[in-house]
DNA sequence: TTGAAAGCGCTAACAC
DNA sequence: GTGTTAGCGCTTTCAA
């Protein structure tokens, strides 16, 4: 039952030849007689034999395996990414290592400790909350500097000098927030449970300028900063305290707070307030209302990191990369255009 | 910039010691001097040595690599899965090699070969659905051959020999089905997208036994057996033409599609007719009304695989087991005690 | 307490 | 066309 698995020496003994004839003639070496070949290989089946890839990997230096580093798993625009990269990597024989650092630091130094030990050929990685928190990123530069091709997406750092992939957050939620205030809205808030996070400040940051743009004033008590326990709660409170007559939440726990409690104080979607969120498309389809999306397109961002990653992995290039993915918007039923009194 | 890595080679040359003094007291050998030990390590700190994976794989024999095979990781339910799986992988210090079989059996078959060349230590696998259909599973029987540990979870064969994780599907789709008929339902559906699949045929089996207890007869017309394409039209269809008062929908989508059909037919969920599906807790929750699913606990799922995995890995035991997670339904709002008329 | 050398399984330069 | 051998980076036995 439990054959044990056969080596290339044992071959060669099996069948009274050297070592170095079968290994050729498995590799179809044109030194080799086609006689010879088709003996070893038919053995090499026979006995089911398969190279040993951590001989191979230790004799070539290379490992054909890409590490993936992610911050959660759960997360859906993380699986989607993950897609894409393994999408790509199984379409150039790389396998992917996947480690989650469940958003810890520690765990992500430990991650990276673990595959730059040559378990890999090169690291694709989402920076960790805790990390940005920090603002902590020697491990990704001794990584680097142990001379790891390593690619960045989403969540990026300008400390690490690599290539990136990311969305264009500040012009994304500028565009956004412009997208409610053409729908005619006027009292916009913005929710959100990533603050912490890079992507958090941008997407505030590029909502706060449409709104001066549009009306030279910005009102803070419109901004919701919170997280995953308190937003719903906060959201409710709001709309207590101020009329909005439309929202831009900006992740995907802050979207479902925010009809969540829009629908508990009894307003309106799209009639009196239009919301737009972020949120994978099975949930947005089938929220009631459907919900009006900003697509990040993680797939797209997968795909176009392992690209970046086994490119470097190929060839030398030297000039670092960052590449922006396009996002759009989603259209569903949470918006819709105002009436406006002229 | 580039600091190439430094081997335990090169250390010794600097130090001007030998290699297997050097390995010894990075290794904390006894016979090594207190002396020497903190030189090197010293040493080895200076110059950022860390051992090769490879190497140290090769010598031992083990990867420390666990390999999972997922039909589709855009399932929320596998990755739960995964994320149970690295969990206690991780607490166990192996890494996880992911490899999406895409519910390809092409696919599969690469990716057990990819995986079992040596890359890993032992595997952890769910069926994909093509392999299913064909009743081929010839693949993993190699693999077994090989001397290669495995464990299958959810997606199961009689057919291949090993540790297995599943869940008891057969008996909760009647325990489900029972809950509806406890609320009085009397014409219950069964909505399906997932026949072709082994947990498939095992819900509806077990919903058929628990109708026939209850009902003495069993109606072919109430069993929608569907793909995800036009599962939404037939469930409408039904509603058309039959009087229904219940529906359990054996998966995502068929509870998805459940859902927006009856609404699309004006009926009221639960008051009209209740709704049992499965879906992960976010959907769940934000549907409305939310939804009242059958919870597969991924999570522990994986965790189980993972231990069961280790062990074998450490012990070489021999009797093959079938863990058992047990399921619950999760009640929320989709679901509600009809009044009987007596 | 330290070092030389073999060997894990494989490839490839170089001999024959 | 085939074989010998060195070596990838490491551990470990055995000798010094």
Redesign the interface.
Known sequence: ?????ITIKELAKILGISVSTVSKSLNDSYEISEKTKLKVQKAAKKY?Y??????V??KSGK?K?IGVIIPN??N?FF??V??GI?RIA?SEDY??????SRESYQ?EVANIE??????VDGLIVAIAEESQIKDDFEHFK?AK???IPMVMFDRVTDAVHCDKVVVDDFNNAFNTTKHLINLNCKRIALVSTIDLLSVGKLRTEGHKKAIENAFNKYDEKLVIKSNVDNVLQETISLLNNEKIDGIFAIDEDAS?AA??AVKIKGYQIPNDISIIGYANE??AE???PTLTTVNQHGITIGKTAAKLLIDRLKNEKNEVVTKIIETNIDQRSSTKKLKTLF
Do not use: H, Q, V, W
């Open positions: 039952m439990e054959k044990k698995k089911n398969k190279p040993n890839r951590l001989a990997n230790l490992t395996n798993i759960l859906t699986t989607r993950l897609y393994e199984a396998n992917i290592i996947t480690c989650f765990k673990l595959l730059s030990n040559g378990s001794e500097a142990d001379g479902l009809i969540k099975k949930i089938n929220l009631t």
